[in-house]
């Protein structure tokens, strides 16, 4: 059974950093992200690796946030610098598994005061 969670949200302050993690299980694994969905809003990419490391992050992210992963542990994080509020979403994970399919987690608040 292929299992997504995440973990790692919560409430900050515009400036401050938060971490997320996402282990997925139950499969063999490719390409791994984050998206997030803020009220009212079209859920939107955020940032994918590759299972060799390449990575892709949105124009609205980069130079503050950094996403890597453990294939051991099939497991991805997000490193979110300088958070602004406009940061504030939930944040879901995607695991694309190694011979087709797509996993998605139940996601994560993360919520930025101004």
């Known amino acids: 059974q292929v299992q997504v969670a995440e973990s790692g949200g919560g409430l900050v302050q515009a400036g401050e950093s938060l971490s997320l993690s996402c282990e997925a299980s139950g499969i063999r694994f490719s390409a791994m992200g984050w998206y997030r969905q803020a009220p009212g809003k079209q859920r939107e990419v955020v940032a994918l690796?590759?299972?060799?490391?390449?990575?892709n992050i949105a124009n609205s992210v980069k130079g503050r946030f950094t996403i890597s992963r453990d294939n051991a542990k099939n497991t991805v994080y997000l490193q979110m610098n300088n958070l602004q509020a406009e940061d504030t979403a939930v944040y879901y994970c995607n695991a694309n598994g190694a011979l087709g399919g797509t996993y998605w987690g139940k996601g994560t608040l993360v919520t930025v005061s101004i």
């Open positions: 690796i590759t299972r060799g490391g390449v990575t």
